[in-house]
């Protein structure tokens, strides 16, 4: 089994900026092929933010972050992050880490909360 802990949620001012690490630990039948970071506002679905291949690293935006966030990893570390700048009210939402597993299988944490606001 793999266990993700995000951390370095909080709340932040409109044009802030915050970093989200995610700790992977654990071990895993097969291999997993990327990380990612998805999100949840309040009565919405979750949606993916960035993704990064573990082998290549291959990076994914949605087009509401494009340009102000960015995701990396440290594989020595075993930790992804998520570097958010200019943030807006519209980016307030849960924000959980995802762990894509060949053969096909997804891990998540437990999510940290993001606030924008002033």
């Known amino acids: 089994q793999v266990q993700l802990v995000e951390s370095g949620g909080g709340l932040v001012q409109p044009g802030g900026s915050l970093r989200l690490s995610c700790v992977a630990s654990?071990?895993?039948?097969?291999?997993?092929?990327?990380m990612a970071w998805y999100r949840q506002a309040p009565g919405k679905q979750r949606e993916l933010v960035a993704s990064?291949?573990?082998?290549?690293?291959?990076?994914v935006y949605a087009d509401s972050v494009t340009d102000r966030f960015t995701i990396s990893r440290d594989g020595a570390k075993n930790t992804v992050y998520l570097q958010m700048n200019n943030l807006k009210s519209e980016d307030t939402a849960v924000y959980y880490c995802?762990?894509?597993?060949?053969?096909?299988?997804?891990?998540w944490g437990q999510g940290t909360q993001v606030t924008v606001s002033s």
């Open positions: 654990g071990s895993v039948f097969g291999f997993i092929s990327a």
């Open positions: 995802n762990a894509k597993r060949i053969p096909l299988y997804d891990y």
């Open positions: 990064i291949t573990t082998t290549g690293g291959t990076t």
